[in-house]
């Protein structure tokens, strides 16, 4: 019924649009530093890493760790927005909250290819359904590992929201280098305290029950 490369394809677009609306709000909000880079495109292209992207996550599969991969992030200047401290944090929430929204559209997908009878579910539809899924999926397990409250990550933005002001110069230096920790995690999740594997299975469960 649902195929890995689904997945993969699904996470082209649900990245992109993750990164871009993280430009898109910073531009709202007085910073055109993404704009100017021309990086509010919708071009895969031009948000390829190519380590993060490409070697990191097939360095990882080779030595049989779990992937992990990243976009290059569109660039911020938070300094360039109107009211730094309050309107830094919608910036970092845009990427998540995309992803949640594309999540939904997923599950609407998949309603749209379901019919019921006598109380019991039968995909009507497998390739909407599929679609539907993985683009469901891909975007809800974006979300929720972005929100974590791990620097670099989007949901760190609730870290700075209790940094001082003066020491937010010195905070964002260390966010911009923090992604070994994320690298940590993942493992010490993966091999050590299994917190991955319960979480995300558990919010793809509840995903799945609402169809």
Not at 44 to 70: C, E, I, Q, S
Not at 83 to 110: D, E, T, W
Request: proline share 8%; hydrophobic share 50%; charged share 10%.
């Amino acid at each position: 019924m649902f195929h890995n490369y689904y997945f993969f394809i699904a996470l082209v677009p649900s990245v992109v649009l993750h990164e871009v609306s993280h430009g898109w709000v910073a531009n709202f909000f007085g910073d055109p530093t993404a704009k100017d880079a021309k990086r509010l495109s919708l071009n895969p292209v031009r948000h390829v890493d190519p380590f993060g992207t490409l070697l990191l996550p097939a360095l990882l599969l080779a030595v049989h760790l779990p992937p992990f991969g990243y976009a290059k992030p569109v660039p911020v200047n938070v300094g360039r927005l109107r009211k730094p401290r309050q309107q830094s944090f919608y910036v970092s929430l845009a990427g998540p909250v995309m992803n949640i929204i594309l999540s939904a559209i997923g599950l609407l997908l998949c309603k749209q290819a379901v019919t019921s009878h006598l109380g019991t579910l039968y995909i009507s539809n497998n390739l909407l359904f599929n679609i539907g899924y993985s683009f469901g999926i891909a975007n809800l397990l974006l979300a929720a590992f972005n929100l974590l409250p791990i620097p670099p990550l989007d949901g760190s933005a609730i870290i700075e929201r209790f940094v001082p002001i003066r020491h937010l110069g010195t905070y964002f230096h260390w966010r911009a280098r923090a992604l070994p920790l994320v690298l940590v995690f993942i493992l010490l999740s993966e091999y050590v305290f299994h917190f991955g594997n319960t979480f995300f299975t558990s919010i793809e469960n509840w995903w799945v029950g609402l169809i």
